[in-house]
């Protein structure tokens, strides 16, 4: 049993003083307030939050950083971002996809990251080795310590009705039968202290109606979360309503699919609120990932309503890795859209709270994790902030949380914890 107290601890509302956070054996936390017990490890100079889950990444396509950033032949877009991405493909072997992954996570943890949801589409060798990507990734996740779902991506169609062409042969799950004997294998191998599983269909264009709907049937009958790619962009809504009799993407799930707490829509940037609304009324989950948004030009997504609890937070193409930075970007893209100032605010008015709460126990609940909060029962996921970062400078504890989200970045990140170990110092 470790005891930790830091100056101050985020206890879900606000920061609090003379909080100890006691910690088991078996890296979940056992108890927290002023406790008996004095503090095995005092975080002097510290303030404790919960860590951030980025419930969506591609940690390979680290490997595009700085890449694509001229555009000599004119205007880009997500589809010619899509081409330089696929080239990245076609060169990435075992052990590249090995280092990046490693590279990705390890900034991760440097970020303050303690969870990710990898959604992790290329599956077989360049050499044609079945699924041999899907070991790289678990071996590289294992040797940075971060805690991981694999959302394990199916992936089928080129396209509406099209075959599958080129690099997305890498990415090719055969079979609704061929998808599951493989999660089989792979749920058999997951460490349960700090591994996970999701089914996570690609997106409309990349698999038939009849095996979403049998992927996600399945998913839920073994208690699995479910994550899909959900009208990043027009083409997607176009090519589906000329595809399903004018059907959405949005409409065709709430019409096929028995959508609820398990389901993760990601992106919706094109979506009509009353769709979405319909969604995420169900109890369905939204994850945003404004820094890719913006990057890839994709736009910005109409945020009427969303209900507490079910906005997540993730670093998509890890163009930058800054849950900080995604926490801003989801409110400034907002206030840039609309013109007006507290966009994504809870109950009481309040935004970086909500925001936390998006890059913590909203992520955790659409990964399916146990954490995302300093509460016993919960993984001891843990960040600790130096409350003397020159960017902090004139915190209060009334401002110490905004002065963070709007005002600091990953300097101001000191420590990071999984399951109660210090996997990151600064
Ligand atoms: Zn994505």
Redesign the pocket.
């Known amino acids: 049993m470790i005891v930790l107290e830091a100056d101050w601890t985020w206890t879900g509302a606000r920061f609090e003083s003379g909080v100890r956070v006691a910690v088991d054996g078996e890296g979940k936390i056992a108890a927290v307030g002023a406790l008996a017990p004095p503090a095995t490890t005092r975080l002097a100079g510290r303030a404790l939050l919960p860590g951030f889950v980025n419930a969506?990444?591609?940690a390979f396509q680290r490997g595009l950083r700085g890449q694509g950033e001229r555009f000599p032949a004119g205007a880009g877009s997500f589809w010619t971002w899509r081409e330089a991405m696929y080239r990245l493909v076609e060169s990435l072997g075992v052990e590249r996809l090995g280092e990046l992954t490693r590279l990705a996570f390890r900034e991760m943890l440097a970020a303050g990251i303690t969870s990710v949801g990898e959604?992790h589409y290329v599956h077989h060798g360049r050499d044609g080795a079945d699924w041999a990507l899907d070991e790289a990734l678990l071996a590289a996740a294992r040797e940075s310590g971060i805690r991981l779902t694999l959302l394990q991506v199916y992936y089928r169609t080129g396209g509406i009705g099209l075959p599958i062409t080129g690099a997305q042969k890498r990415f090719d799950a055969r079979s609704p039968a061929e998808y599951w004997r493989r999660m089989d294998a792979l749920a058999k191998r997951l460490d349960p202290a700090r591994e996970s599983l999701g089914a996570a269909p690609h997106s409309i264009r990349a698999l038939g109606l009849d095996d979403l709907v049998q992927v996600h049937r399945e998913a839920r009958a073994r208690g699995l979360v479910v994550h899909m790619?959900v009208e990043?962009t027009q083409k997607e809504i176009d090519d589906c309503r000329a595809a399903y009799n004018g059907l959405t993407p949005l409409e065709l799930l709430a019409d096929r699919l028995e959508l609820d707490a398990a389901f993760t829509a990601?992106?919706a940037t094109h979506s009509a609120p009353d769709q979405l609304r319909t969604c995420l009324d169900a109890g369905a989950n939204l994850c945003l990932?404004p820094l890719?948004e913006a990057n890839l030009g994709d736009g910005i997504p109409v945020l009427a309503r969303v209900p507490p609890g079910a906005l997540a937070l993730?670093t998509?193409?890890n163009a930058r890795i800054s849950m900080v930075e995604e926490m801003r970007w989801a409110e400034y893209g907002q206030r840039l859209a609309r013109e007006e100032r507290g966009a994504l605010v809870d109950g009481a008015g309040e935004v970086a709270r909500r925001l936390l709460g998006a890059a913590t126990s909203g992520g955790a609940r659409s990964l399916g994790v146990n954490a995302g909060a300093i509460e016993p029962g919960r993984w001891a996921d843990l960040v600790e902030l130096d409350l003397g970062a020159h960017e902090l400078a004139g915190w209060t504890r009334e401002t110490l949380l905004e002065s963070f989200v709007f005002g600091a970045g990953e300097r101001s990140i000191a420590g990071t914890w999984v399951g109660g170990k210090q996997l990151f110092a600064r």
């Open positions: 969506h990444s591609h959604f790619h990043e990601v992106h990932c890719t993730g998509d193409s």
